[in-house]
């Protein structure tokens, strides 16, 4: 059974950082992409940023220049470094894995919150 667990969230005043982490298990193989979504309050869930299994990336154009997603495949690991955070940055970060530039995937972790304070 795959298994998606998020940790790293919390509440951050505005302008700092936070790292989430992502790890799956329950696989045999990394997944070919995984990334993280948010959702915030009366907002639908939104793209964050994406990697593929040899490290090709794509953000969001809200957090480009601001957060960096990267992956250990033998850890299978997938990371989230967000700095220069804002209060519009809050919302609830779910990982997801299997899915592609596009669509989803249909794994996903059970979220994880981040507060930015201002």
């Known amino acids: 059974q795959v298994q998606l667990v998020e940790s790293g969230g919390g509440l951050v005043q505005a302008g700092g950082s936070l790292r989430l982490s992502c790890v799956a298990s329950?696989?045999?193989?990394?997944?070919?992409?995984m990334g993280w979504y948010r959702q915030a309050p009366g907002k639908q869930r939104e793209l964050v940023a994406g990697i593929s299994i040899g490290g090709t990336t794509n953000y969001a154009d809200s957090v480009k220049g601001r957060f960096t997603i990267s992956r250990d495949n033998a850890k299978n690991t997938v990371y989230l470094q967000m700095r220069s955070l804002k209060p519009e940055d809050t919302a609830v970060y779910y990982c997801?894995?299997?899915?592609?530039?596009?669509?989803?995937?249909?794994?996903w972790g059970q979220g994880t919150q981040v507060t930015v304070s201002s």
């Open positions: 997801n894995a299997g899915g592609n530039r596009s669509v989803p995937g249909e794994h």
């Open positions: 329950g696989i045999i193989f990394p997944f070919n992409r």
